[in-house]
């Protein structure tokens, strides 16, 4: 653990959910942090819990509002849901009164560090996404301190306390040998429909060339199980430890465009196919990896046969995979969790 004995009996909360985007890489600083108490505030729907808890953090949920930016009825119909979860993580910060918070952009976060800054606390903005979302923007102006994965993204955030950290992945489990070609997708905590339904369609011809790891989230679901097709594995409640084990053992990685997972991927240098949610802040992280040569984009639009043809074309092109490899490692900075504790560190000192 780095943070020196001034800042040992530290009291973190930590926020963020309703996807693992913004839990992984917090998760990756609560590893290292030396505090002597934590505390997850999280939504009551998403898939994060599970994973918190494994990690032996107390979690707490509150209600998650969703600040539309286009004009909706729904914005008014659930302004009171904000009202009530900024009551309630305000509530909840009082009893636990932790140190500091840090948050990793969802709107769960929202109240909780408006909450925070209302009570003095301060708060730490992981902005992740080359493009700020809105949540991550409400924050900004009363933030402490904001951490970023990559020097371009500073222009986006017109502020002074921007530090450049990369994104804090785990450390806790060692790189294993690739013993039989494999590829492995990864669809998010809640899956991802599209790359479900390409596996179902696909699957014979992808087990004709390599085993298949196939994450299909709690939700979104296809229908195909394990144990029945050989050489595939078909996932869906998975920890930590399965997921990081899977991208280890993995010659190719299809997944969606979350910076945490692609800060996963850079970290184990995975030559990587992106296939981003279509109209989302992926599509902006996606082609922010492909244009430094660092992994391959692909589009929904494009259609499952372009992708099925970059998958195996990419499988036996070892060259092509070597590339991939060295740029998507060099394009972040790496150790971002000890630099993570050196900005909390500073705010305590």
């Known amino acids: ?76 119909i659930e302004l009171p849901h904000l009202i009530t979860s900024y009551v309630n993580a305000k509530s909840i910060l009082k009893k636990f009164y932790p140190d500091i918070v840090l948050t990793a952009g969802s709107f ?102 390599s085993d298949v790891i196939h994450f299909q989230g ?6 195909l199980m394990s144990g029945t097709h050989t050489g595939y594995v078909s996932i869906f409640h998975a920890n930590r430890k399965a997921t990081i084990q899977a991208i280890h053992r993995s010659n190719i990685i299809v997944t969606r465009g979350g910076m945490g997972t692609l800060a996963e991927l850079s970290e184990f240098k995975k030559p990587t196919i992106i296939v981003p949610m279509p109209s989302s802040h992926q599509e902006q992280n996606a082609l922010f990896f492909s244009s430094q040569g660092a992994a391959i984009k692909i589009n929904q639009s494009q259609g499952e046969e372009v992708l099925l043809d970059q998958i195996l074309g990419l499988l036996h092109d070892t060259e092509r995979q070597k590339k991939l490899s060295k740029h998507i490692y060099e394009l972040l900075p790496h150790d971002a969790s000890r630099c993570a504790q050196n900005v909390i560190r500073s705010v305590l000192v």
């Open 1 to 76: 653990m780095f943070l020196n004995k001034e800042n040992i009996n530290m009291r973190i909360v930590y926020t963020g959910g309703g996807t693992l985007g913004s839990v992984t890489p917090l998760l990756a600083v609560a590893e290292q942090d030396g505090a002597i108490e934590r505390l997850w505030i999280g939504t009551s729907s998403g898939p994060e819990k599970k994973f918190i808890e494994d990690q032996q953090i107390p979690f707490i949920p509150i209600e998650a509002f969703r600040l539309r930016r286009f004009f909706s009825i729904r914005n008014i």
């Open 218 to 223: 709690d939700s979104k679901r296809a229908a």
């Open 108 to 209: 769960t976060g929202v109240p909780v560090c408006l909450a925070a800054h209302r009570l003095g606390i301060p708060f730490i903005v992981l902005q992740l996404d080359v493009v700020p979302g809105l949540a991550n923007k409400l924050l900004f102006s009363r933030a402490t301190r904001i951490i970023v994965p990559h020097q371009s993204f500073k222009k986006e955030i017109p502020h002074a306390s921007v530090t450049v950290c990369g994104i804090p992945i785990s450390n806790m489990y060692q790189q294993t040998v690739i013993e039989k070609k494999t590829i492995t997708f990864l669809g998010g905590g809640t899956g991802s429909l599209w790359l479900n339904n390409f596996v179902v369609n696909n699957l014979q011809t992808l087990l004709s060339e």
